[in-house]
């Protein structure tokens, strides 16, 4: 089992690095770097992995709040959005491998 491919704690700060004065440019930027990163992790382990944990901590633990984890890079950069991205670029990449959404609590 694979674990984990997107996770805000394991992700380099140049990860998000961009000029930021255009907002569409900077998210389809940083959306092309999730989709090539999961794109070549998958691929590179598949038949070997049977199953990806593709995002990890994506909820917020914050009572009364948003359901999502926003501080994360991730969702400050793509939104909520980053998680389908994030899967649909695994699903490309091994159209047979297990995906799983992992988080705690």
């Known amino acids: 089992r694979g674990h984990t491919v997107v996770w805000h704690k394991t992700t380099p700060d140049w990860f998000f690095a961009g000029d930021r004065t255009d907002p569409q440019a900077y998210r389809a ?6 989709e090539t990163y999961v794109t070549d992790v998958v691929t590179h382990f598949r038949r070997k992995v049977y199953a990806w944990d593709v995002v990890n901590e994506v909820a ?38 297990q995906l799983s959404l ?3 609590n």
């Open 60 to 97: 917020s633990d914050e009572d009364g709040g948003s359901n999502y984890r926003e501080s994360s890079p991730w969702y400050q950069a793509l939104g909520p959005d980053y998680i389908e991205y994030a899967f649909r670029a695994a699903r490309r990449a091994d159209p047979y491998v």
């Open 29 to 34: 930027l940083v959306r092309k770097r999730l």
């Open 102 to 104: 992992n988080d705690y």
